[in-house]
């Protein structure tokens, strides 16, 4: 249980365009779900924590119109990367925590999507 | 800004060697959870410690977490190839909606 899966795993766009991100529960409702980017060589670094049905809390420093998050369902959470540029190139991680049998405090994580800017 | 700092930050070693990674933050955590990550993945928990000076194994791995919850350690005995990776640490506090604060990990490498 507790399976969390991401769309694309890999995806290469031109500079100025946008593109989506998504991230499911497959097995269980994520009252919660975050996302982090990570840098070649690097640690995670939270971008932002989303609730279903609110608005996302961003982390300082991360632009909230540039980095678009929806969490509009209890299994699905999007991330849109607006009129992105080569800089913006990462590898985006969902994380999901839960109810319903899964501990709260444990969050799952997706297998990640990698983010080329060209 | 609670920071959690890892040592070595890069380790390679060979097959059958023992190696410890080190976390240490200047902030107390409720618990504390130690990630390993290969390339292209994302992270897969290994274990979580709750209790001030908790230990922890999992078959050739152990884990501790200081008495003040505010450090923890791995210990690999006798690594293989398979151990290779990302290791992280990530601290949690409950009272900040369940965010992890990652630690700036520790990459290791063993070879045959």
């Known amino acids: 249980g507790a399976v969390v899966s991401q769309h694309p795993s890999w995806v290469i766009c031109k500079s100025g365009t946008s593109v989506k991100i998504e991230c499911r529960s497959l097995?269980?409702?994520?009252?919660?779900m975050f996302w982090y980017r990570q840098f070649p060589k690097q640690s995670l670094m939270l971008m932002a924590t989303?609730?279903?049905?609110?608005?996302?809390?961003?982390e300082q420093g991360v632009e909230k119109d540039k980095f678009l998050i929806n969490h509009a369902s209890l299994t699905l959470s999007t991330l849109t990367v607006t009129s992105a540029h080569p800089e913006d190139s990462s590898f985006y991680i969902c994380?999901?925590?839960?109810?319903?049998?899964?501990?709260?405090?444990?969050?799952?994580f997706g297998p990640g999507t990698r983010l080329t800017v060209t | 800004t609670q920071l959690l700092e890892q040592s070595p930050q890069f380790l390679s070693i060979q097959e059958g060697e023992n190696l410890t990674v080190y976390c240490n933050s200047s902030?107390?955590?409720?618990?504390l959870q130690w990630y390993r990550q290969e390339p292209g993945e994302g992270p897969v928990l290994l274990v979580t410690v709750v209790t001030g000076g908790e230990v922890k194994k999992l078959k050739r791995l152990t884990f501790q977490f200081g008495d003040a919850r505010k450090d923890s350690s791995l210990h690999i005995t006798a690594a293989q190839p398979g151990d290779t990776g990302l290791y992280l640490c990530?601290?949690?506090?409950?009272?900040?909606?369940?965010?992890?604060?990652f630690g700036t990990g520790t990459r290791l490498q063993v070879t045959l």
């Open positions: 994380s999901a925590s839960g109810s319903a049998g899964f501990s709260s405090d444990e969050q799952y």
């Open positions: 097995d269980f409702q994520a009252t919660t």
């Open positions: 990530a601290g949690l506090n409950t009272g900040t909606a369940s965010k992890l604060t």
């Open positions: 902030s107390v955590f409720s618990s």
């Open positions: 989303s609730n279903e049905g609110s608005k996302a809390t961003y």
